[in-house]
């Protein structure tokens, strides 16, 4: 187990979750049955692809910075769910 993989489990429940002022809905749906790629490897891959910078430097990333990373990456994209569900109804903030 890596020291990123130690700390980001130790860490993550420690930190006070985030709250939007909007209620999103979120499909939990479990697209993958199986892979190779450990939770950690896979949210750092999520990032590298959301261009919040490469595999290497998001390895190197001290925990409160990864954190940092990871939890702005999930309030984005509850925001534009949000945003989406909302001009899929019609509706608007």
Excluded: W
Excluded at 33 to 52: P, R, S
């Amino acid at each position: 187990m890596s020291n990123l993989t130690i700390c980001y489990k130790l860490s993550f429940f420690s930190r006070k979750p985030y709250k939007l002022t909007v209620a999103v809905r979120k499909r939990n749906k479990k697209y993958i049955k199986y892979t190779n790629l450990d939770d950690d490897e896979f949210i750092v891959c999520q990032l590298v692809k959301l261009g919040y910078g490469s595999y290497p430097e998001l390895m190197a990333l001290d925990t409160p910075e990864f954190l940092n990373r990871v939890e702005f990456a999930d309030i984005s994209s509850d925001i534009e769910a949000h945003m989406y569900e909302e001009a899929k109804s019609g509706r608007s903030g």
